[in-house]
């Protein structure tokens, strides 16, 4: 029974691509609400208050909050502008390995890595710190700071916490918002025109006016027979006049087909 609960929670969060953290922080809400002023501490364990420190701890870190940011945003301000040089070469490099891996360092990683770290500590810590003040059973605290604009360490917690509070009501609006529109269905490539020249394909062979090529930048590489086609249509590059009359993830499904486009083509003769 538990089992099947646990599948169908997970097929339900699965199906309505809302992230975990998100439904974490409603339920947040809702025990703010409505959770009583009661005291307990669902972090107290062998006679240590867990709750007590990790409370300490997030309060400390998100009381400190804005100078962590200014930290964070100079230090990608500063990657930027060294990333924008041409005179340090040896902070982009890469490797490739006989294991089929290429191993390397890019500053760019680096860049997108920290601000990504900085939207983790803006959501899912705040998210976190949350769920440890109302296990903690610092709900009443955390509710006078909500609702008191003059408490005792001044207005600085006042507006970093609902600062925190509205940002986070906003992604989840606005990832509610786009669950409800978004769809994920198998891509159909047939008919679509491409440039088989173009660094994402590897041309596995070709002959006339057929090509059998691979799209080697798919996490599954996809095989394509395509066709050249004469009169293409102002909608598309001019490179781009090959047509995918056929496509599969099995190589030998499309190199038999392309085989057989080979062989009627030499029994009928070639067009060009």
Same mark, same amino acid.
């Given at each position: ?5 646990? *599948? ?10 809302? =992230? ?15 959770? =009583? ?22 309060? &400390?870190?998100?009381?400190?909050? /804005? ?39 890019? $500053? ?13 500590? +803006? ?7 949350? #769920?440890?003040?109302? #296990? ?7 509710? &006078? ?11 600085? *917690? ?15 609006? $606005?990832?509610?918002? &786009? ?6 269905? =198998? ?16 041309? +596995? *062979? ?6 059998? /090529? ?6 599954? =590489?996809?095989?394509? $027979? ?13 490179? #781009?006049?090959?047509?995918? +009359? ?7 499904? +499309?190199?038999?087909?392309?085989? @057989?486009?080979? @062989?009627?083509?030499?029994? $009928?003769?070639?067009?060009?």
């Amino acid at each position: 029974m538990k089992e099947k609960l646990y *599948d169908d929670v997970k097929h339900f969060l699965s199906k309505t691509k809302i =992230p975990f953290f998100n439904y974490l922080f409603v339920f947040e809400i809702i025990f703010i609400i409505y959770l =009583p002023n009661k005291k307990f501490n669902l972090l107290y364990w062998n006679d240590i208050d867990i709750g007590n420190i990790l409370y300490n701890f997030g309060y &400390y870190l998100y009381d400190h909050s /804005i100078n962590i940011i200014l930290i964070i945003l100079a230090f990608v301000g500063l990657l930027t502008w060294i990333y924008s040089k041409v005179w340090l070469p040896f902070l982009e490099h890469s490797t490739e390995y006989i294991d089929g891996t290429t191993r390397g360092f890019s $500053l760019a990683t680096v860049i997108r890595n920290t601000v990504q770290l900085l939207w983790e500590f +803006i959501h899912k810590g705040w998210i976190i710190y949350i #769920a440890i003040i109302l #296990a903690s059973g610092q709900k009443d605290r955390l509710c &006078y700071i909500l609702t008191n604009s003059n408490v005792n360490s001044g207005d600085n *917690d006042f507006s970093l916490y609902w600062m925190y509070m509205v940002i986070n009501s906003i992604y989840l609006i $606005l990832t509610i918002s &786009y669950s409800l529109g978004s769809f994920t269905v =198998p891509t159909t490539y047939i008919g679509t025109y491409i440039d088989i020249n173009e660094s994402c394909y590897f041309i +596995i *062979d070709q002959e006339n006016e057929y090509a059998f /090529i691979k799209n080697q930048i798919l996490k599954s =590489p996809i095989f394509y $027979l395509v066709e050249k086609e004469d009169n293409v249509s102002n909608n598309y590059k001019i490179m #781009a006049d090959y047509k995918i +009359i056929d496509y599969s993830s099995k190589f030998d499904e +499309i190199k038999n087909e392309f085989e @057989a486009k080979k @062989a009627n083509n030499k029994s $009928l003769g070639s067009k060009f």
